[in-house]
């Protein structure tokens, strides 16, 4: 670069950057866009980040087919230019030197390179051999297109429903949640409550450090004068805290406690909001046997059930003062205010992750706080997609795309005509949910294990199942199970993959992702995958037609057409499982228009394809106006934006699970968690992230600035407990649970603060699989696992 | 080498603030841009990776400053030797 144009560079980046810190980046975008500062041979277009759930857009610059620069994008209104250190290193996650370049199968227990052929005809080999005991295993990392084909693939092809996603470790709870408040699933609201609240709530959530970008809105509305009163309540002191007015430390599992305490309160003070209520809510309790539908209550019933959790019983199961309960129930009884709840793994990641849901909607609902922007009961999800592929497309072992499920007739039925498949063909029984499908993969055949084969596409599940031991074991791994790992990168899981495919990854390849707002987003490809990697999609459909070519009965509609048929504008057939010819055509508008006919059926309602490339994503339902344009939807079941909300309602839930407009006000009783600190394993144990790396750092570890940053994982530690057991920061200690024991240094006084009895680690490092001692037991309804507590004891290590 | 835009928010404390002004105005690395209240737009520019790393280190340490919000990054330099410089992981032994 010359001196000339490094100087242009850096007075444009400066330009950009100074309009961010003013606020008006998005107004003055034509004119501080930094890649102005770039000739014609940089070629920019726009892409959402491929990290966390925010969706964050990134304008990607390209020259001589590798990424140059990464910059924010000033148009899109999820982050107006701002991107977190993650954004930044986006483009430089391609990059690593050892992105996996051709597919290798295991032979003689060595991996040796094979060709893409043999590669697609080893994983029909498995496919045939017994079509029921073959898996898929994806995540909310597979774009809205790659989930829609492996959920058709699974569930109208091979027809055994024997598909889930890594997103049942983290937000299943957060679906169930929804499903049994409002009966359908995902969030009411969107980022502009963030903009709008007086009132944020932390439950469990550390968005300053997993959502930087939302929560950087907070920051700029502090910065221009306004109040925003944030109260953090968690387990252990993070940087969130640090920005809060309010600390609500609390005992594990005891968040239930704490909401019913609030509801309590209300009801106690008559502060609950009775014309809301009255016009709509229900009210309900726990079913016997358990449904996620529960049981009606009446309002006298749910207020005696509350009767117990006054302050003070509060106080005493969750160490929260009982004043701070009061001052939390006194906000929400206060109409002049708008409240926000944001929450994540904290309330995810738990056994009794469904109620917990259920309770903070109906503290929400209860009290009005609900329907107005700056009102809202919000959850974030931690994968770019999780809402998009995984909650939306339905990847889920029980889910049909667009809302639906495999055990209602007229789900399957629908999804049977969309498919053009013959009535029958998709199964009614759900397939296994990931702890239940990684354990039959896991149990030989002869005593139960009837998995045996799992394909797993961009995840790492070989990192970050819990119990890992249990779950997936290359020790004890039956000879006759076969694992096959789509990836970009060597990791955990392809250590012990039988088949490795080479993977593109992010602008390798076409996408469209649906973030934490019910914005879907759209970006095309821009550069070439290394080597012979190829798109996971491809992958997909190369494997169905050669189970077609095999005669697998499944691979046909029922007009004899292969499932993956695909046209030119001419309407000429392209043969898009051979790769030279993948990107003949748009395979993602292709099969985004075949899946976005199931988005109505549940008022998700897409746009066309085209209409994504104009916008920066668009939150759904996207409904088309009179006048042919397409309008998107910023808050749901209120009329003044929602369409499908009859006129004069004002408020109403039209998919209620008691069909009568009305959202659901849950009872849950506080019971224990399956496993708590004892004299034998005295310490809670908490997992989670960090800000530099995403989830199992495959991708973040291979970036050198993110590497130092954060270069391996740790336990923070209490300081008193450490000087109790006389250990010094940085030392090594054993951790032990039930299940598994590890050692790793300690820090002291680190980013995070757990409390005394408490320890956080994360779970980012491969090379300490702290997943060896978390718990493999999870919720009822969501079958989510609990990452975020178990009991676990403490050795420090002599040396 | 990498040239960074970025937004830095200031801690409200007047003493820590202007001390991290002030250091932000030492580093030659730094150029610092116009305030908006507590938030500060920054250009880093540095030579080589190792100074990229060191002062990136540095402004994030700095007791006064209390967000990071990234606005741009060029790294066109370091693409044309990007294998050799973004490296692999060292794997589960």
């Known amino acids: ?799 | 080498m990498p040239i960074v835009s970025a937004v830095l928010t200031l801690s409200q404390t007047p003493t820590l603030r202007a001390a991290t002004l002030a250091t932000l105005q030492s580093t030659p690395a730094v150029t610092l841009g116009e305030a908006h209240g507590d938030r500060v737009p920054v250009v880093l520019d540095t030579p080589d990776r190792a100074q990229d790393k060191a002062a990136w280190d540095a402004l994030e340490s700095l007791p006064g400053v209390t967000f990071i919000e990234l606005v741009f990054a060029d790294f066109s330099d370091l693409s044309n030797h990007q294998d050799a410089d973004v490296g692999a992981v060292e794997s589960t032994p």
Not at chain 1, 147 to 173: E, F, T, V, W
Not at chain 1, 217 to 240: A, M, P
Not at chain 1, 612 to 618: D, E, F, H, N, P
Not at chain 1, 771 to 779: F, I, K, Q, S, V
């Open chain 1, 1 to 799: 670069m010359t001196p000339d144009r490094r100087e242009f560079l850096k007075l444009s980046a400066l330009a950009a950057a100074s309009a961010a810190a003013a606020g008006t980046f998005a107004q003055e975008a034509a004119a501080e866009d930094p890649t102005r500062a770039y000739g014609p041979g940089v070629r920019w277009d726009k892409a959402p980040c491929r990290f966390c759930g925010t969706g964050c857009h990134v304008q990607v610059g390209v020259e001589k087919g590798k990424i140059v620069a990464i910059a924010g994008d000033p148009q899109a209104e999820v982050n107006k230019g701002l991107l977190c250190v993650k954004g930044y290193h986006v483009g430089l996650a391609l990059y690593g030197e050892d992105r996996l370049r051709t597919p290798m199968l295991r032979k003689n227990g060595q991996l040796v390179p094979i060709s893409w052929e043999e590669a697609i005809q080893t994983i029909a080999d498995r496919v045939m051999m017994d079509p029921a005991g073959f898996a898929m295993y994806g995540s909310g990392q597979w774009t809205i297109p790659e989930g829609y084909a492996a959920q058709k693939l699974m569930k109208g092809g091979i027809a055994n429903n024997q598909i889930d996603p890594n997103a049942r470790l983290c937000m299943a709870s957060a679906v169930t949640g929804f499903l049994a408040v409002y009966g359908v699933d995902e969030p009411a609201g969107c980022y502009t409550d963030l903009d709008e609240c007086d009132v944020l709530i932390c439950w469990g959530n550390n968005p300053a450090e997993m959502h930087p970008v939302l929560f950087s809105r907070v920051i700029d509305r502090r910065n221009r004068g306004e109040e925003v009163l944030l109260i953090d309540i968690g387990t252990r002191r993070t940087r969130t805290t640090a920005h809060a007015q309010h600390f609500l430390e609390f005992e594990p599992n005891t968040d239930l406690a704490i909401a019913n305490g609030v509801a309590h309160l209300l009801l106690k003070s008559g502060t609950y909001d009775k014309d809301f209520v009255s016009k709509h809510c229900n009210f309900r309790k726990p079913s016997e046997p358990a449904a996620l539908e529960g049981a009606a209550m009446s309002f006298e019933e749910f207020s005696a059930a509350l009767a117990p959790f006054t302050p003070e019983y509060v106080e005493r199961l969750s160490g929260v003062p009982a004043k701070d309960i009061r001052m939390l129930a006194g906000l929400f009884g206060r109409r002049d205010l708008k409240i926000t709840s944001l929450w994540c793994m904290g309330m995810n990641q738990h056994t009794r992750g469904t109620a917990i849901n259920s309770l903070v909607h109906g503290v929400h609902l209860l009290s009005g706080h609900f329907g107005r922007p700056g009102d809202a009961p919000t959850s974030l999800t931690g994968q770019p997609s999780a809402c998009g592929t995984v909650r939306e497309v339905g990847t889920l072992s029980h889910a049909l795309p667009g809302g639906g499920v495999v055990t209602k007739d007229e789900h399957r039925a629908n999804a049977e005509k969309l498919w053009n498949l013959p009535a029958g063909r998709i199964s009614a029984k759900p397939g296994y949910h990931t702890v239940e499908m990684w354990k039959r993969w896991s149990t030989p055949k002869k005593d139960g294990g009837d998995i045996h084969t799992i394909w797993v596409q961009v995840t790492n599940p070989g990192q970050t199942l819990p119990n890992r031991s249990l779950l997936v074991d290359p020790g004890v791994k039956d000879p006759d199970k076969f694992l096959i790992c789509s990836d970009v990168y060597p990791t955990a899981t392809t250590q012990i993959a039988d088949l490795i495919l080479p993977s593109a990854m992010w602008v390798e390849k076409n996408g469209m992702f649906g973030n934490s707002e019910r914005r879907t987003q759209q970006w095309f490809k821009m550069v070439s995958p290394p080597g012979d990697a190829r798109d996971d999609c491809w992958q997909t459909i190369a494997v169905a037609k050669e189970l077609h070519r095999r005669g697998h009965p499944g691979m046909l509609d029922k007009d004899g057409r292969f499932l993956f048929t695909f046209a030119d504008a001419q309407g000429r057939e392209v043969p898009v499982w051979e790769w030279r010819r993948y990107y003949e055509l748009n395979v993602d508008k292709a099969l985004f228009e075949e899946y976005r006919l199931f988005s109505r059926t549940k008022h998700k309602d897409l746009a066309p394809y085209d209409e994504y490339v104009k916008a920066r994503g668009l939150r759904w339902p996207v409904v088309q106006q009179p006048d042919g344009t397409w309008r998107e939807t910023r808050f749901r079941f209120s009329e003044f934006d929602d369409p499908y909300v009859k006129k004069g309602a004002e408020i109403e839930f039209y998919h209620s699970t008691t069909k009568d407009g009305r959202a659901q006000i849950w009872f849950h009783p506080a019971d224990p968690p399956p496993e708590s600190p004892d004299g034998q394993y005295p310490f809670w144990l908490c997992t989670g992230r960090v800000l530099e790396h995403w989830h199992s750092g495959t991708m973040t570890r291979r970036i050198p600035q993110l590497r130092a940053a954060m270069p391996q994982a740790y336990v923070e530690m209490n300081r008193h407990d450490a000087q109790k057991l006389g250990i010094q920061n940085g030392e090594t200690v054993r951790l032990t649970t039930r299940r598994g024991s590890i050692t790793l240094p300690v820090w002291i006084d680190g980013r995070g603060d757990p409390p005394p009895g408490s320890l956080f680690v994360p779970f980012f490092d491969e090379r300490i699989q702290i997943n060896l001692l978390t718990l493999h037991e999870y919720d009822p309804f969501s079958k989510q696992p609990d990452y975020k507590k178990c009991a676990v004891s403490v050795t420090r290590i002599v040396s």
